[in-house]
C-alpha cells in the first residue's frame, strides 16, 4: 500500500519522463529545503556555511529515506519542485488556514475569496460565523457589465469577488464570459491532474446568486455564511479533480445546530457535507443539548476557544495565543484570521532509542520551519507568519508505541522532545534572525504520511487487527489501477460516482500487542488525549474520540471533566463506520487471509503516472471530496 500511495500522491515526473523513485523524491524534497534556507540567508546578507548545511542535509535525507520523519503530504510532493524553485510557490507547502467573518463590514467579499484561493492550492480552511446579524446588509445590484473569466486560479477568484461585491456595493450584475476556461479533462500543469471545465464555476455563480438574492434586505445570516463557504467548496472538489477541507465554527444557537438538520434545511443536503461544523464552546456551559446531536452523528465538534488563546500547553497560561480566532480542518492547530500552518510528522516507534528520537526532531523541526521563511498571495498572511512562525511538529504512530514502550515512555519522550524543539528553536531563530515560534508542536490525525510509514495515525488506535482500508482513485489512472487489478486486489466502483472513481482494497494487519478500537475506552482515548495536550501540544491534538452506545450517556459528564484538559475534540459513536464504502473496515483474521491469498506482487512497470498530491493534513476524516471519503 505504501507504494501505491507514493506513486499515486508523490512521485513526480522527472525531466526524463520518468517517475520518481523514493530516493529521487527524498532528494528532491531536502534540496529545496536547504535552497530556501540559502536564499534566505544570503538575501540577508549572513554567512552561509556550506559544509555544515551539507552534513544536516544528509542527516535529513537518512531520517526521511527511513521515514523516522516525514514532511507533509504537500511538502513530499511540492518542496523542490518548480513550484518553489521556479515559481516561488510556497504556499503549497502550507497545509491549512483560518479565516473569519467578523470584519465582513469592511470587506464583505474577502473571507470567502480567500478560502476560495486557498481551497484551490490545496490548503483546508476554517472559517467562522462572526459576521452574521452584525454585518453588511446585501442589495440587489442593477444594470449590467460583462467578465471574461481568465483560464486561471485568480481569474476564478476573481469572478466571486465580483458577484459577491455586486450585492454589497452597489454593483451592477455581472455577466460571465466563460470561453476562455479549458475544457474538462484537460492535463492541470502545475498541481497535476485534470481541469473540471467551467460548468463547476457555472453553478457557483449561480448558488451564490440564488443564496445572496434569498439574503437581500437583512442583516449576513449564519446560515448564509456557511452556505457560501460550502458552495465554495463543492465547486472545488467538483469532478473529483481537487480535494479540499472545511471546517465551520460557531455558536451554539438552534440556527448553527440545524445546518445539519436536512429535515428543517433541506436546501442543504446537495452541499452541506463540505464541511464539518463545530461549535465554541464556553467553559463551564451545558453540554447537554450538543450531546444529544453527538450521540447521533458526531458532530457538533467542540472547540474550547479560550484554551487556545489562554495556553500553550495545557497547565501552562502564557495567552501567547490572545489573538487566536479559531483553528484548521482537523484542529491540531490554534489560528489567527488569515493565518496558515505548516506540519511535519514524527515516528516515535521507529526509533531504538530517546537519543535517535531528539535527534530526528533535530530535523524535522528545522524542515518546519524553514517552511516559514516562505511567502504567499496575501499580504496580512505574511505579516502573521512573519510575526507567529507558528509551526507544527507532530507524533504519530501512538498505538504501536504505547503497545510495545508503553505510557510512560510516552510520557519521557514527550517532555524530553518538546524541550528539545524549544533549544533547537532559540538556536534556529537566532541563526535565520526571524522570531521564535508562538507554537511549534502538536498531534496531528495524518492519512496518508502515515500510510507511506506503515504506521497508525495521530493518537488514534486501529479500528481492528485485521482491517479493510480503501483507497480512492481516479479512473482515468488506469495505468495505476490496472496493475492491482491483475495482482488479485479487490477494485470497486465507488457508489457515489461509479464512472469516475475506482476503490482499491488493501487487506492491513496492523500487528501482534496493538490494542484495536474496540479494546480502548471513550474515558481512555480522552486520557491521552490530555496527556499530550499537557505534556506535547503546545498547538492542540486533534482527536476523534470513538465511543459505544452505552458510553454516550456519558459524554456531557466527560465534557465538564476534559474542558479543563483539552482545546478541542470531536466524537463519533463506534457502531458507525459512516457509510457504505468507508475508508476503514474491520475484517476477521480468516477473511483477511482470504484477501492475502488472492494478492501477487504488484508490477507497476514502467507506467509513467503523474501524481496528484493529497491536500492539506492528509487524513480522510478531515477532508472533504467529491466523493465524500
Not at 508562538?438 to 498531534?443: D, H, L
Request: aromatic share 10%; hydrophobic share 35%.
Amino acid at each position: 500500500m505504501g507504494e501505491f500511495v507514493f506513486k499515486r500522491t508523490y512521485s513526480r515526473i522527472k525531466a526524463d519522463g520518468n517517475n520518481e523513485s523514493w530516493a529521487d523524491c527524498v532528494e528532491r524534497v531536502v534540496n529545496g529545503t536547504f535552497n530556501m534556507q540559502k536564499r534566505w540567508i544570503l538575501a540577508n546578507n549572513r554567512h552561509w556555511d556550506e559544509e555544515k548545511a551539507q552534513k544536516t542535509a544528509q542527516k535529513m535525507y537518512d531520517k526521511i529515506w527511513n521515514m523516522k520523519f516525514l514532511p507533509p503530504g504537500r511538502g513530499l510532493w511540492a518542496m523542490g519542485s518548480p513550484l518553489t524553485e521556479e515559481r516561488n510557490l510556497h504556499v503549497a507547502l502550507n497545509n491549512c488556514a483560518f479565516v473569519s467573518t467578523e470584519d465582513l463590514c469592511s470587506n464583505p467579499s474577502k473571507p470567502f475569496t480567500f478560502l476560495m484561493e486557498a481551497s484551490m492550492l490545496g490548503i483546508g480552511v476554517g472559517f467562522d460565523t462572526k459576521g452574521a446579524a452584525n454585518g453588511p446588509i446585501p442589495v440587489s445590484p442593477s444594470g449590467f457589465f460583462d467578465y471574461t473569466i481568465p483560464d486561471s486560479r485568480e481569474g476564478w477568484v476573481e469572478s466571486v469577488r465580483l458577484l459577491i461585491d455586486s450585492y454589497f456595493k452597489g454593483g451592477k450584475v455581472v455577466r460571465f464570459n466563460y470561453d476562455e476556461i479549458r475544457p474538462k479533462g484537460t492535463p492541470i500543469k502545475g498541481f497535476g491532474g485534470v481541469a473540471s471545465g467551467f460548468e463547476p464555476l457555472k453553478r457557483l455563480h449561480e448558488d451564490l446568486t440564488v443564496t445572496l438574492d434569498a439574503n437581500v434586505g437583512k442583516p449576513m445570516s449564519v446560515t448564509t455564511i456557511v452556505d457560501i463557504m460550502n458552495h465554495i467548496g463543492r465547486c472545488v472538489v467538483a469532478g473529483n479533480v481537487r480535494q479540499s477541507a472545511e471546517i465551520a465554527f460557531g455558536e451554539a444557537t438552534e440556527e448553527y445546530l440545524n445546518l445539519k438538520n436536512y429535515a428543517k434545511n433541506p436546501h442543504r443536503i446537495e452541499y452541506g457535507w463540505t464541511s464539518n461544523n463545530s461549535v465554541f464552546a464556553k467553559i463551564g456551559m451545558d453540554y447537554g443539548p450538543l450531546v444529544e446531536r453527538i450521540a447521533d452523528n458526531g458532530e457538533p465538534g467542540i472547540a474550547w476557544l479560550q484554551n487556545m488563546r489562554e495556553f500553550s500547553r495545557m497547565g501552562e497560561s502564557d495567552w501567547k495565543d490572545e489573538n487566536a480566532a479559531g483553528g484548521n480542518p482537523c484542529l491540531e492547530q490554534t489560528l489567527e484570521s488569515y493565518e496558515l500552518c505548516c506540519l511535519v510528522e514524527n515516528f516515535p516507534e521507529k526509533h531504538e532509542s530517546l537519543e535517535e528520537f531528539l535527534d530526528t526532531l533535530s530535523v524535522s523541526y528545522l524542515y518546519a520551519k524553514t517552511v516559514t521563511l516562505g511567502t504567499t498571495p496575501w499580504p496580512e498572511t505574511n505579516d502573521i507568519i512573519d510575526r507567529n512562525r507558528r509551526i507544527g511538529t507532530s507524533i504519530s504512530g501512538l498505538a504501536q508505541f504505547n503497545a510495545h514502550r508503553g505510557v510512560s515512555a510516552l510520557v519521557d519522550w514527550c517532555r524530553e522532545g518538546y524541550d528539545t524543539i524549544q533549544r533547537l528553536d532559540e538556536k534556529y531563530s537566532k541563526w535565520l534572525q526571524i522570531p521564535k515560534s508562538i507554537k511549534t508542536t502538536s498531534v496531528k490525525p495524518s492519512g496518508s504520511v502515515s500510510l507511506l510509514a506503515g504506521s497508525t495515525p495521530g493518537m488514534h488506535w486501529p479500528l481492528s487487527e485485521y482491517y479493510i482500508r480503501r483507497i480512492r482513485i481516479s479512473k482515468q489512472s488506469q495505468h495505476l489501477i490496472q496493475p492491482f487489478r491483475e495482482a488479485g486486489y479487490v477494485i470497486e466502483d465507488a457508489n457515489e460516482d461509479p464512472n469516475g472513481t475506482a476503490i482499491i482494497l488493501f487487506p492491513i494487519h496492523i500487528g501482534k500487542g496493538v490494542r484495536s478500537l474496540s479494546d480502548v475506552s471513550m474515558w481512555e482515548q480522552l486520557e491521552l488525549a490530555s496527556l499530550l495536550q499537557q505534556h506535547w501540544a503546545d498547538n492542540q491534538v486533534s482527536c476523534t474520540i470513538s465511543f459505544d452506545k452505552k458510553e454516550a450517556s456519558h459524554i456531557a459528564h466527560a465534557l465538564d471533566y476534559f474542558q479543563y484538559k483539552l482545546k478541542g475534540i470531536s466524537f463519533l459513536p463506534k457502531s458507525d463506520y459512516g457509510y457504505v464504502q468507508a475508508p476503514y473496515e474491520p475484517i476477521t483474521q480468516e477473511e483477511y487471509e482470504t484477501l492475502l491469498a488472492r494478492i501477487n506482487n504488484v508490477d507497476l512497470g514502467q507506467a509513467v503516472i503523474e501524481a496528484v498530491p493529497t491536500k492539506f493534513c492528509d487524513n480522510s476524516s478531515c477532508e472533504v471530496l467529491s466523493s465524500l471519503e
